[in-house]
């Protein structure tokens, strides 16, 4: 990763994400047609209400017979870790190791309320590592 790039340079607009009243059977079938890990969780206005991953889903798999009738919003992750577009790529980095997740979520922050806007990755920063290389 080149030093001093920020999350904006480094990453595209665009997020996958349900609502917290979405299924789990509904959300890990997004995230198999969609290829990715894990879904934003967003209230009404679009706003930033947690995190559900495959793992959160197989746990609930594991642990339940009726997971698929389960909702997001009693298995999502409440507590992620978030970034802003002006974030160096470096800061994103030390964030995903301290906090021991593969991504953060990228967010406009403004009237209290923060709106997703990007995922970055575990995946995304190797890339940017062998693309400065």
Known sequence: M???????????????S????TSLLVAVRTMVEEEVSSL???????CLMGLITR???LRVHIAMDNWAS???KDHMQ??????????LLADAA???IN??????VVVLEGDGKRRPVAMLTDGDLAYHMVKSS
């Open 78 to 87: 409440r507590d992620i870790p978030i970034v802003t577009p002006q974030t």
């Open 99 to 104: 906090s021991r997740s593969r991504q953060v």
């Open 2 to 16: 080149k030093k001093g790039r920020t999350v904006l340079q480094a990453k595209r607009y665009g997020i996958h």
């Open 40 to 46: 934003v969780v967003e209230d009404d206005e679009g």
């Open 94 to 96: 030390r964030l995903m």
């Open 70 to 72: 389960q909702m997001v």
């Open 55 to 57: 793992v959160d889903i």
């Open 18 to 21: 349900c609502s917290a009243n």
